[in-house]
């Protein structure tokens, strides 16, 4: 391996002596922080079954659970890849897995990472009843208890990339912040901290693209025989193609991604109050394949969203595809001596490479 850079996920060739190297600022072993997260269930009873004054269904967990945020976990390409890694590295096998489950078991690997230990992949699977604290956590993949409980800290800054997100680990469960972009009242507030523990804090970050960019921007790095990084690979970079396109300033990630209602609706079913403009948590992209995939095996993987969820998810994320990836024009010569000449021209029309990210999509 030495000298060679790989590109498979958070694909990194590590030794037990330097896997410090890749323990984020702010990330250094510590005594346990106690519990730091709530599963989803505990967010989807207040945040489901909620209809815009349309008529919209826009329950955020009917939309959130078929999406590839909450499979990230259960996602077979990604475990296969990991799993290849450490066929490939055997050495490495515990820095590997820690490494890639920063952003597909974020919530189970930052709370190993709080009490001292280090975050697992396949320890945690097959995915399925458990009893265990972190499997469960693992299983949730990207939910409600990560994405808001990610504080303002280093967001758009290099530290922040590659899992590197900050989550309050001082204060009690019971009074943590999780933070929205809808300022709650007394009561409420009160409701939804018997409910999850957590306590509702109005903020503008989650709505920037630095936010999405934590986990959507992965450098990769390459060690020699002797331990050393000889390379970084910017194996994912969406955001940073996002950035140095016509489109920063002008539209987020969360634009695209979790577009708004354009009619007021309820946040949750519980003292429901009917706010503007409220971002559907559809996490829409282009990979139908793997949506399907997961809907055909769902007793193996255990899949959560229900069939119909996932459908309406691959027919979305298809929609979006012929809608608004791209736009395809032709123009043709008239026909002369049998033969005619077209040229045909793709404009990208998202903010970002088209297909991005995985290499594999090239």
């Known amino acids: 391996m030495a000298g060679r850079t790989r590109g498979l996920l958070a694909a990194v060739v590590l030794s037990a002596a330097s896997a410090q190297l890749f323990v984020h600022e702010g990330e250094a072993r510590r005594p346990s922080a106690g519990k730091l997260f709530p599963t989803s269930d505990a967010c989807l009873a ?14 955020i967990g009917a939309a959130w659970r078929p999406s590839m945020m909450a499979n990230s976990a259960r996602d077979p390409y990604w475990q ?3 799993r290849r890694e450490t066929l490939d590295h055997p050495m490495a096998r515990s820095a590997i897995q820690d490494e890639c489950s920063k952003c597909h078991m ?3 690997r930052y709370q190993a990472h709080a009490e001292g230990s280090r975050g697992q992949v396949f320890a945690h699977l097959p995915i399925g009843p458990s009893a265990a604290e972190l499997d469960v956590l693992a299983a949730d993949g990207v939910s409600c208890g990560i994405c808001h409980q990610i504080r303002a800290e280093r967001l758009g800054k290099q530290s922040s990339f590659s899992g590197g997100f900050v989550v309050d680990t001082q204060r009690a469960w019971g009074r943590r912040e999780v933070f929205g972009r809808f300022a709650i009242d007394r009561g409420r507030t009160r409701v ?4 999850s523990r957590l306590r509702p804090s109005p903020s503008g970050h989650l709505q920037r693209s630095e936010h999405c960019a934590t986990c959507h921007t992965l450098i990769t790095h390459t060690l020699d025989a002797r331990g050393e990084v000889v390379a970084e690979l910017p194996e994912q970079v969406p955001y940073l ?4 396109s016509r489109y920063r300033g002008r539209r987020s990630c969360q634009s695209c991604h979790m577009p708004r209602t354009q009619d007021a609706a309820p946040l949750a079913s519980v003292l429901p109050r009917l706010r503007p403009e409220l971002p559907r948590h559809v996490f829409r992209g282009g990979n139908f394949f793997m949506l399907r995939l997961l809907n055909r ?6 899949v959560q969203g229900l069939p119909a969820e996932l ?3 691959v027919q979305r994320t298809l929609d979006h595809l012929r809608t608004s990836a791209a736009a395809v024009s032709t123009a043709c010569q008239p026909v002369a001596e049998g033969r005619l000449a077209c040229s045909v021209s793709i404009r990208n029309l998202a903010g970002h490479k088209l297909p991005t990210a995985y290499p594999s999509r090239r």
């Open 106 to 108: 974020p919530m189970a």
């Open 297 to 302: 095996h769902r007793g193996e993987l255990g």
């Open 192 to 195: 939804m901290q018997s409910a």
């Open 311 to 313: 459908a309406t998810s």
């Open 46 to 59: 207040c945040h489901n079954r909620l209809t815009s004054s349309r008529g919209e269904d826009v329950s």
């Open 80 to 82: 296969a890849a990991v």
């Open 241 to 244: 193609e996002w950035r140095h």
